[in-house]
């Protein structure tokens, strides 16, 4: 997958109630595990995946609605998680982010926080 996103098809009257969550991951079978147990947890759930950090931020930069949450994938090529956390503090974005990551030394767990 390029870095450009993907959204589930979902009818115009009912994005307007839909809640969006922006996946930020690069390995494309955690994108669509992440997806569809979003969409099963929840039907309002829109998906927006992005397959990097940096497609995020660009799209971040671009549009007017943010999104309701972010799953972040810390682990990834370019601008990691990590960074891409410390560029929406430093732009104070106040986008709640569930950090998901198949690393579980006990370093990374403490600065996850």
């Given at each position: 997958?390029?870095?450009?996103?993907?959204?589930?098809?979902?009818?115009?009257?009912?994005?307007?109630?839909?809640?969006?969550?922006?996946?930020?991951?690069?390995?494309?079978?955690?994108?669509?595990?992440?997806?569809?147990?979003?969409?099963?947890?929840?039907?309002?759930?829109?998906?927006?995946?992005?397959?990097?950090?940096?497609?995020?931020?660009?799209?971040?930069?671009?549009?007017?609605?943010k999104p309701w949450a972010i799953l972040l994938n810390l682990e990834m090529p370019v601008v990691d998680g990590w960074e891409f956390l410390a560029w929406l503090t430093?732009?104070?974005?106040?986008?709640?982010?569930?950090?998901?990551?198949?690393?579980?030394?006990?370093?990374?767990?403490?600065?996850?926080?």
């Amino acid at each position: 997958m390029n870095g450009a996103a993907q959204t589930n098809s979902t009818p115009a009257k009912a994005v307007r109630q839909m809640k969006t969550v922006w996946i930020v991951e690069d390995n494309e079978a955690d994108q669509f595990i992440a997806q569809k147990l979003l969409e099963v947890a929840d039907k309002r759930i829109a998906v927006k995946i992005f397959g990097n950090a940096v497609a995020a931020q660009q799209a971040l930069q671009k549009t007017k609605k943010k999104p309701w949450a972010i799953l972040l994938n810390l682990e990834m090529p370019v601008v990691d998680g990590w960074e891409f956390l410390a560029w929406l503090t430093e732009r104070q974005f106040n986008i709640p982010v569930v950090i998901i990551t198949a690393d579980n030394r006990s370093t990374s767990i403490a600065r996850a926080g």
